[in-house]
T-cell receptor
Framework: LAKTTQPISMDSYEGQEVNITCSHNNIATNDYITWYQQFPSQGPRFIIQGYKTKVTNEVASLFIPADRKSSTLSLPRVSLSDTAVYYCLGASTGGGNKLTFGTGTQLKVEL | NAGVMQNPRHLVRRRGQEARLRCSPMKGHSHVYWYRQLPEEGLKFMVYLQKENIIDESGMPKERFSAEFPKEGPSILRIQQVVRGDSAAYFC?????????????FGPGTRLLVL
């Protein structure tokens, strides 16, 4: 599984776009990039997953360049409720994949 | 469409007692994973099970910890003779049986406190 590196913390204000970049230099050919969000005292919540280029859903966008050595999670117009820890993981396709969580990025959104 | 359910949400045990944590996967999911999270840390994989089979227990401590996922009923993570260092949040996740991009969906966790 790919080892990932992401900033420990980020601060933002309501209404701004937040971009969290994750480095995964040793990503394997069959690894997908997956992002989870975790609020205090809750389990991680799946946000988005991609292999390369751009993926967008109702919550976020994920940008993965051609070399796939990094990825950027983009949260448009954040609100206070987006304050959480965001984890970037490399996850292999197929069954039985154990996820490896780092310490994540603590995003704090203020008024 | 109920998500992954875990109970109890909070569990207090004294040193030496047994802790039993339950996890019911999402409907249609036959893969279950257990993770442990210590304060200020990310989740650490413990064990992966399919119905009646342990597939990968490489993250499970060799002693006192066991897991099962019977044909009927929830998955159980059992910790015997608990010690203070077992205090943590234990999360269960489930995924579908087949397919690429096998997303794991997490439950709310069980917070174990050992006195």
């Amino acid at each position: 599984l790919a080892k990932t590196t992401q900033p420990i913390s980020m601060d933002s204000y309501e209404g701004q776009e937040v971009n969290i970049t994750c480095s995964h230099n040793n990503i394997a050919t069959n690894d997908y990039i997956t992002w989870y969000q975790q609020f205090p005292s809750q389990g991680p919540r799946f946000i988005i997953q991609g292999y390369k280029t751009k993926v967008t859903n109702e919550v976020a966008s994920l940008f993965i360049p051609a070399d796939r050595k990094s990825s950027t999670l983009s949260l448009p117009r954040v609100s206070l409720s987006d304050t959480a820890v965001y984890y970037c993981l490399g996850a292999s396709t197929g069954g039985g994949n154990k996820l490896t969580f780092g310490t994540g990025t603590q995003l704090k959104v203020e008024l | 469409n109920a998500g992954v359910m875990q109970n109890p949400r909070h569990l207090v045990r004294r040193r030496g007692q047994e802790a039993r944590l339950r996890c019911s996967p999402m409907k249609g999911h036959s893969h279950v994973y257990w993770y442990r999270q210590l304060p200020e840390e990310g989740l650490k994989f413990m064990v992966y099970l399919q119905k009646e089979n342990i597939i990968d227990e490489s993250g499970m401590p060799k002693e006192r910890f066991s897991a099962e996922f019977p044909k009927e009923g929830p998955s159980i993570l059992r910790i015997q003779q608990v010690v203070r260092g077992d205090s943590a949040a234990y999360f269960c996740a489930s995924s579908q049986e087949t397919g690429l991009q096998e997303t794991q969906y997490f439950g709310p966790g069980t917070r174990l406190l050992v006195l």
